[in-house]
């Protein structure tokens, strides 16, 4: 269970008084691209109640931030252009963006700011030092910054996505300067504690994704405290492989089959598979597409979504349920063809009057491409490890140092 999450918050900042000020806000701009297009913008929108309160106050704000995984230095595909771009088209002022992170440009653009605008810095992991196992290379990259920004610089947490990180620009930098929650990252914790604390019942998880071994940890962790836990998705595979199932070319992870079949006999009760799925002759929105039957899985095909059975029955199951969790799709659902599972559970979840929480970076982006109704979610979480790492239970790096 998470403990109690004492911090300074956003507003207590703005109590203090921000105009003229530098605030360096922490943001998870990292937005799926299709080149340089945002195919989903949910998390630079839930970035902008903080910016818009610090604009409000006359801070000069300069934003933070990272895209993909870089290799630790500069590389144009993963440049924040476009995070920038949406960011002052949504905010309706103009965001410059520096072309390195704490170099001459990022001195000379936060130099530039007037109180009430914003700026921001280029990918923070250009920098390899951002990310780096040691410390006192984190430590280094985060002094640079507050050279950037000075001394009497403030920091806001807001990326929420990110918290589960130890990096400079998450953790190191909040040992530096006065450190706040930013409002999007008080919203998230508020939400999913109530998942921790003595939810109201029946509590179902819905868990999708590609990989057992990414969501065992939340797994093991949850199965005590929830009355069923519904597993589709890439991952299903393996535990249909240790009920004895073939699964023909789908996604497998056979050195997870013995957790998933001990899993199984602990928690039989708990646990539901899909008994029916979509199986196609290859990963492609054209393949040859058949229904079958989890023991009919034909060799050489790859299950890519769960069939109309199973979302019938964890749809019937989330409509029931009083509080929902869920992450991960069900199916590949960027193909339209293996899209109907993740899409009948997803309107299910929304339908229902339960407390429900979409958690997660492919789950969230899946309700919105597909089109679904936000409004039906209690809440739709912008972190995905973050608020898996959360529920499990884990100490989060990026919360624990504001609470220092
Ligand atoms: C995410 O997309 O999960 C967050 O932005 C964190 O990114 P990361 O998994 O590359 O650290
Ligand atoms: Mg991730």
């Known amino acids: 269970m998470q403990?109690?999450?004492?911090?300074?918050?956003?507003?207590?900042?703005?109590?203090?008084?921000?105009?003229?000020r530098?605030?360096?806000v922490r943001s998870d701009l990292n937005v799926p691209l299709d080149g340089s297009t945002i195919t989903d913008d949910g998390r630079i929108r839930a970035s902008l109640p903080?910016?818009?309160a610090l604009i409000a106050?006359?801070?000069k704000v300069v934003v933070t931030a990272h895209l993909g995984r870089p290799k630790g230095a500069p590389e144009e595909k993963y440049s924040l252009a476009p995070a920038a771009a949406r960011l002052g088209e949504l905010l309706g002022v103009t965001v410059p963006l520096a072309e390195d992170f704490v170099g001459p440009s990022a001195a000379a653009t936060v130099a530039a700011l007037a109180d009430g605008a914003v700026a921001m810095l280029e990918n923070v992991r250009f920098d390899a030092r951002e990310t780096s196992k040691d410390g006192a290379e984190r430590g280094a990259l985060a002094d640079d910054l507050v050279?950037?920004?000075?001394?009497d610089a403030a920091f806001v947490s807001d990326g929420f996505g990110v918290v589960h990180r130890k990096q400079a620009s998450v953790y190191e930098i909040a040992q530096r300067l006065p450190h706040y929650a930013g409002y999007l990252v008080t919203a998230e914790t508020a939400v999913l504690k109530k998942l921790t604390v003595d939810p109201e019942r029946p509590y179902a998880v819905i868990l999708g994704g590609s990989?057992?071994?990414?969501?065992l940890g939340v797994i093991t962790s949850l199965l005590p405290r929830v009355d069923s836990l519904l597993i589709g998705g890439g991952m299903a595979f393996t535990f249909l492989a240790a009920q004895g199932h073939g699964v023909g070319a789908s996604l497998l992870q056979e050195d997870q089959i013995e957790t998933c079949k001990k899993l199984l006999e602990d928690n039989g009760d708990k646990i539901v598979l899909p008994t029916d799925v979509v199986i196609a002759d290859a990963f492609s929105a054209d393949a040859a597409v058949q229904i079958v039957d989890v023991d009919g899985i034909l060799d050489g095909w790859l299950g890519l979504d769960i069939g109309p059975e199973s979302a019938a029955a964890f749809s019937a199951i989330a409509e029931k349920a009083a509080t929902v969790f869920w992450n991960g799709p069900m199916g590949v659902f960027e193909l339209a063809p293996f899209a109907a599972g993740t899409k009948s559970v997803a309107e299910a979840i929304g339908a229902s009057p339960s407390f429900s929480v979409v958690g997660g970076g492919d789950s969230a982006a899946a309700v919105r491409t597909l089109g679904i109704d936000e409004t039906g979610f209690t809440h739709i979480s912008t972190g995905?490890?973050?608020?898996?790492?959360?529920l499990e239970g884990k100490e989060l790096p990026g919360l624990a140092v504001l609470e220092a």
Not at 3 to 20: I, K, P, W
Not at 147 to 151: A, I, L, T
Not at 211 to 215: A, E, G, M
Request: no cysteine; net charge negative.
């Open 211 to 215: 990989k057992v071994s990414d969501k």
């Open 3 to 20: 403990r109690e999450f004492r911090v300074h918050t956003l507003d207590d900042l703005l109590a203090s008084g921000v105009a003229g």
């Open 50 to 52: 903080t910016l818009q």
């Open 384 to 390: 995905g490890g973050a608020s898996l790492e959360y």
């Open 147 to 151: 050279g950037v920004v000075g001394n």
């Open 22 to 24: 530098t605030v360096l």
């Open 57 to 59: 106050g006359g801070a």
